[in-house]
């Protein structure tokens, strides 16, 4: 396993030491390094990823691409952290208080890092300032807490013989953190946060969509000097993903994605017999009852359908109602959608902004023009929208048949269809013939609501409304992923079991 260092720098030019200069739009960021081994480290690679807002098509910034070369050196130094450093020796105790170290620096920097996201991806402030300044420092809090709960070891009564044997629980060794760009640093953290408390070192590869934001946490880490070679991260595209996941140092795969990708990872990590935690596509089902209040629906839709400009693993986006209702809900709906307001992302007041980049804008826009070139209705509730950058009209789709392209594929954009049915029965099936199976919602009367998602085949339902909790299992059915993120259960998942027999 090649070791050697391109070249070394805790500062070099370009990237300071702080990034608290930053309030709205941050400066044109050039990184030339990645983080390795508790220190910025030069790239042996010669490519470079380039970043632009997909609201104004401006230039962002850059970072080098990740090579064979990085990923080794990233590997190796997470190898060298788990095999001889303290991190896996420390107590659960020990970890939790460093994990509310990184929380407190990185809540410091939360304006910034939100700021990062909103100009690499177009995600609006009001949204990147949740998603990216706040539930990041939550989620770390959060696992802080899990690791000083944590039991590793346990005694349990032989029932063959008297006495007792020891279950004990040991961290797996080097996770490989591969993460989206929809949500870029809340879901780094929904997989850092675990693998810390259970005693692993990671190599995190963010997105090449939203490369920059991570840097602070890299940043962070060197501030409260966390011990070297516990947090790496080399961003990059699939082809560095790919080469992350075939590393023969790598123990554990954490990915968020696509279900093609996932199945790709799933196939590359089972033939080698290692465990992954895939959450991967969806296009989930929230179910409208007689009974339902539709004030309180509507409010819930227009997060659970289209927050983050509907590129949500988790967006409603298939409505289903029943057809002494369709009209009321389908006017209710396109009300609701007009009053989203589309446009600049760096303004407050704006509910949606770009798609992430003009591939995806395109893929999405053609989903829409083959459905209605196949006889479905698509009303575009926005028509003045800017003539730069990635905007599309959120769109109301109808009379697909649940089988269609529309109506099975993950579109990710502000694309809901609305389906009509006759009886509840009816409903549940529909709600169910999906190849996908990560969340819906049920709205109605709480008693009937609880029946009906009790026959959802999906992995996290919500009752009158769709709010996941992070004490919770999330996580899908399908081909929407395998094993489960949030909650002590995905502590558990970076973690292996021993017994010591007596």
């Not at 070099?12 to 390094?33: T, Y």
């Not at 549940?428 to 709205?443: K, P």
Request: charged share 25%; proline share 6%; net charge negative.
């Amino acid at each position: 396993m090649d070791t050697t260092i391109c070249s070394k720098g805790s500062t070099f030019a370009g990237e300071s030491s702080s990034m608290g200069e930053l309030r709205q739009r941050p400066n044109h960021s050039v990184r030339s390094h990645f983080f390795s081994g508790g220190e910025f480290t030069a790239s042996c690679g010669a490519e470079s990823i380039v970043v632009t807002n997909p609201a104004d098509e401006t230039e962002v910034g850059r970072t080098p691409r990740g090579s064979e070369r990085d990923i080794d050196h990233a590997v190796s130094a997470a190898r060298r952290s788990f095999d001889s450093g303290p991190w896996p020796r420390l107590s659960p105790a020990e970890r939790g208080e460093w994990l509310d170290k990184l929380a407190d620096e990185l809540e410091r920097r939360g304006d910034d890092i939100a700021a990062m996201i909103t100009a690499e991806i177009g995600q609006p402030i009001r949204v990147s300032t949740a998603w990216g300044g706040k539930r990041p420092v939550a989620h770390l809090r959060y696992y802080a807490q899990v690791a000083r709960d944590l039991q590793n070891e346990l005694e349990r009564p032989n029932v063959a013989r008297q006495g007792t044997s020891t279950i004990r629980r040991e961290p797996l060794g080097v996770a490989a953190l591969i993460v989206p760009w929809n949500h870029p640093f809340a879901s780094t953290t929904l997989k850092l946060g675990p693998a810390l408390a259970a005693g692993c070192t990671v190599v995190i590869k963010p997105a090449e969509e939203s490369p920059l934001d991570i840097y602070i946490l890299a940043e962070a880490c060197l501030k409260i000097g966390l011990p070297a070679g516990v947090i790496n991260i080399v961003p990059g595209g699939r082809e560095t993903g790919q080469i992350l996941v075939a590393h023969p140092g790598i123990d554990k795969v954490g990915f968020t994605g696509s279900t093609a990708a996932g199945r790709s990872i799933a196939s590359n990590m089972g033939a080698r017999l290692l465990p992954v935690t895939l959450e991967l596509g969806g296009k989930s089902a929230a179910i409208v009852l007689e009974s339902a209040d539709l004030d309180m629906t509507m409010d819930s839709l227009r997060v659970a359908s289209f927050e983050n400009t509907g590129q949500t693993c988790a967006s409603m986006s298939r409505v289903l109602v029943p057809q002494s209702r369709y009209a009321e809900v389908r006017d209710r709906l396109l009300s609701e959608m007009r009053s989203l307001r589309v446009g600049d992302p760096w303004d407050p007041d704006t509910d949606l902004g770009p798609l992430v980049s003009a591939r995806i804008k395109d893929r999405a826009l053609g989903l829409v023009r083959r459905a209605e070139d196949g006889g479905v209705a698509a009303t575009r509730t926005h028509q003045d929208l800017p003539s730069t950058g990635c905007f599309v009209s959120p769109v109301l789709i109808e009379k697909a048949a649940m089988d269609s392209e529309i109506a099975q594929t993950e579109v990710f954009g502000p694309v809901v269809s609305l389906h009509s049915y006759g009886s509840v029965e009816e409903a549940i099936d529909l709600a169910n013939q999906s190849q996908y199976g990560l969340a819906s919602a049920i709205y109605g009367d709480s008693a009937q609501a609880e029946s009906v998602a009790r026959r959802i085949r999906a992995g996290t339902v919500g009752i009158n409304g769709y709010k996941p909790d992070l004490n919770h299992p999330y996580g899908g059915y399908k081909e929407s992923g395998m094993g489960r993120e949030f909650a002590p259960e995905a502590t558990a998942a970076y973690q292996n079991i021993k017994t010591i027999w007596r």
